[in-house]
């Protein structure tokens, strides 16, 4: 079997910094592809075990690759001068939460009659079990912008000519035991009625809230995750809500559990 020439580029293809240059399943299927070669005689060829093919590709578990950033929320560059990348698995540990920062992105869903939408985690959820939370997701080796417009899709069945706008709310770095995540939150208003679509198992309920009954509803206890209570918070006063104080108070409940950095207060 010949090697063509383009393999020898891609013999380190089980590093972490190959993936700067792929950054999809469906990129990485085209590049064999041009090849002539599948993906298990490519592996052959270079002497690697087929059994990491689950490595290489995987979009999401334990083998997802994420994109590492610094403090500054910029990415980090290796020594070929390539963006850094490491897996799920090695960036959720104690041991590297520090040097292992990677991204998140968050969308609030605002219907054409300014309600915002929010769904109910299941009951057996790892974290935060029965609390109410707008979406988000790991951005892997995507920008935010490139995140919430796959989320939106794939989470919610919304699609991009459904959509009015997206706005910038907030920004912010969080770090716990395990991990450091920059989390950036987008607004994103609906052009007309859509219904979400939600998956009935991670998620199981769905509820429209009038800004003024979210603010109340927070005031109350609402079961919300603390950083996004700030969210919605600095959003509603985006939109004319007076939530300064509350703001501080779910800032100290979050402070509680993270280390948390808004950036646009910390520069």
């Known amino acids: 079997m010949t090697i063509h020439k383009d393999e020898e580029l891609y013999k380190d293809l089980h590093t972490y910094s190959v993936f700067s240059e792929i950054k999809n399943k469906a990129e990485f299927k085209r590049f064999f592809e041009v090849l002539e070669r599948t993906q298990e005689e490519l592996f052959e060829i270079l002497g690697m075990p087929v059994a ?152 199981k309920d769905l509820k429209l809230f009038s800004l003024e009954e979210l603010y109340e509803a927070i005031e109350n206890g609402l079961k919300i995750m603390p950083h996004q209570k700030y969210v919605l918070l600095k959003y509603m006063k985006t939109k004319g809500l007076d939530t300064d104080e509350l703001a501080e108070k779910v800032k100290i409940e979050i402070k509680a559990e993270w280390i948390f950095i808004d950036r646009e207060v910390f520069e």
């Open 52 to 203: 990491d093919l689950k490595k290489i590709t995987a979009t999401s578990g334990e083998y997802e690759k994420f994109l590492l950033v610094d403090d500054d929320d910029n990415e980090i560059i290796d020594e070929k001068g390539l963006p850094m990348i490491a897996y799920r698995k090695n960036c959720h540990t104690k041991e590297n939460k520090e040097k292992f920062i990677h991204r998140a992105s968050g969308y609030i869903v605002e219907s054409n009659d300014g309600r915002i939408y929010l769904s109910f985690r299941a009951n057996d959820k790892d974290t935060y079990p029965s609390y109410w939370e707008i979406w988000w997701g790991h951005c892997g080796l995507n920008t935010y912008e490139e995140t919430v417009d796959t989320e939106i899709k794939e989470e919610l069945g919304i699609e991009q000519n459904q959509i009015k706008s997206k706005e910038f709310i907030i920004k912010f770095l969080l770090k716990d035991k395990t991990q450091s995540q920059y989390s950036n939150y987008t607004a994103v208003k609906l052009k007309k009625w859509v219904i979400p679509q939600i998956d009935g198992e991670e998620l």
